[in-house]
Every structure is written in C-alpha cells, then in structure tokens.
C-alpha cells in the first residue's frame, strides 16, 4: 500500500523558512506528477505547486511564486517544497500529494491536478 508522510512543518517567524518533505512508501512515484497543498483553519484546500514526474516541470500557486520552490529525488522516492520569506498567511496545514492515474505530467485544469493520493498533512504556522 502505497503511502505519503510529510515532515517539517513547525513554528516559525515571519520572514524565515521552513523546507517540507515528502516521502512516498510502498511504490516508487518516480513516474507521477506530484504536489503540495494547504489548508488554513476555516478555509478550503488549495493548491500550492506542482511538479512533474522528472522534476523539469514545475507550476506554482501566485501567492507563493517566488517564495517557495518544490523539486524532488526520484532515486529517494521524496519531493521537497523550500519556503521562503514566510509570512503569516502561509500558515496552514500542508498535504503532499500524488498523481497516480496522469502520465506524469502537471494536469492543471483537472480538479485538485488530477492529486488522489494524500498524506496526512504537516503544520506550518508563521508567528509575526
């Protein structure tokens, strides 16, 4: 069975940096698009990036281009999402995600990216 754990969230200030992973268990992913979202409390999921399954596409949310960078490690099975210059409407909780029925590729006009494997999310609050 196929699994995605996140790590890294915590507590930060404004203005510093937080580096998630994801690590998939159970399968290699290295065929499948992948991603990250967040959810802040009383909100809806959005997406945060996206990235194909080399790791040469890449797409971001507007409220974290510039800020954040997603890429990944085929040979570790694991995606990473480096941020930087938080800010407190960053804070949320963060899913990886993964596309297990796409061809690999970023599938940007379908529902949530096409994402239908999520992990159990990771807390990331930025404190003023």
């Known amino acids: 069975q196929v699994q995605l754990v996140e790590s890294g969230g915590g507590l930060v200030q404004a203005g510093g940096s937080l580096r998630l992973t994801c690590t998939a268990s159970?399968?290699?992913?290295?065929?499948?698009?992948m991603g990250w979202f967040r959810q802040a409390p009383g909100k809806e999921r959005e997406f945060v990036a996206a990235i194909s399954w080399s790791g040469v596409g890449t797409y971001y949310a507007d409220a974290v281009q510039g800020r954040f960078s997603i890429w990944r490690d085929n040979a570790k099975n694991t995606m990473y999402l480096q941020m930087n210059r938080l800010k407190p409407e960053d804070t949320a909780n963060y899913y990886c995600a993964a596309d297990l029925t796409g061809e690999g590729g970023i599938r940007a006009g379908v529902h949530d990216y096409g994402m239908d494997l999520w992990g159990e999310g990771t807390l990331v609050t930025v404190f003023l």
């Open positions: 159970g399968r290699t992913l290295n065929t499948n698009a």
